[in-house]
């Protein structure tokens, strides 16, 4: 079982970039693929990017391709979402996500375990 927590959201405006972390802890950390959701009030809950256990491989959803980057420091048991270029239907609660299989997965229901989420607004 593994322990998620986000840190880095906050309040931002539109162009601006934004790094949220996701601190992970009991299992060992490198054993899982991890993700990227976020939930606007009124709308489901959806995903953002993924990336494998290794780090070789990252999905993103089209909205965010070429703005955001998911990476991965196994040493430090964390996973990052670097934000660029943000907009304002980029505000959201942003959770991270974590799940022991190997491929990407993009759906929600594919991840056993889930932070509290981090609240990112982006001003116009």
């Known amino acids: 079982q593994v322990q998620l927590v986000e840190s880095g959201g906050g309040l931002v405006q539109t162009g601006d970039s934004l790094r949220l972390s996701c601190a992970a802890s009991?299992?060992?950390?490198?054993?899982?693929?991890m993700g990227w959701f976020r939930q606007a009030p009124g709308k489901e809950r959806e995903f953002v990017a993924a990336?494998?256990?290794?780090?070789?491989?990252?999905y993103y959803t089209d909205s965010v391709k070429g703005r955001f980057t998911i990476s991965r420091d196994d040493p430090k048991n964390t996973v990052y979402l670097q934000m660029s270029s943000l907009k304002p239907e980029d505000a959201a609660v942003y959770y991270c996500?974590?799940?022991?299989?190997?491929?990407?997965?993009?759906?929600?229901?594919?991840?056993?375990?889930w932070g509290q989420g981090a609240q990112v607004t982006v001003s116009s």
């Open positions: 990336i494998t256990r290794s780090g070789g491989s990252t």
């Open positions: 996500a974590a799940d022991l299989h190997v491929a990407l997965a993009t759906t929600s229901s594919r991840y056993d375990y």
């Open positions: 009991g299992r060992t950390f490198s054993i899982y693929r």
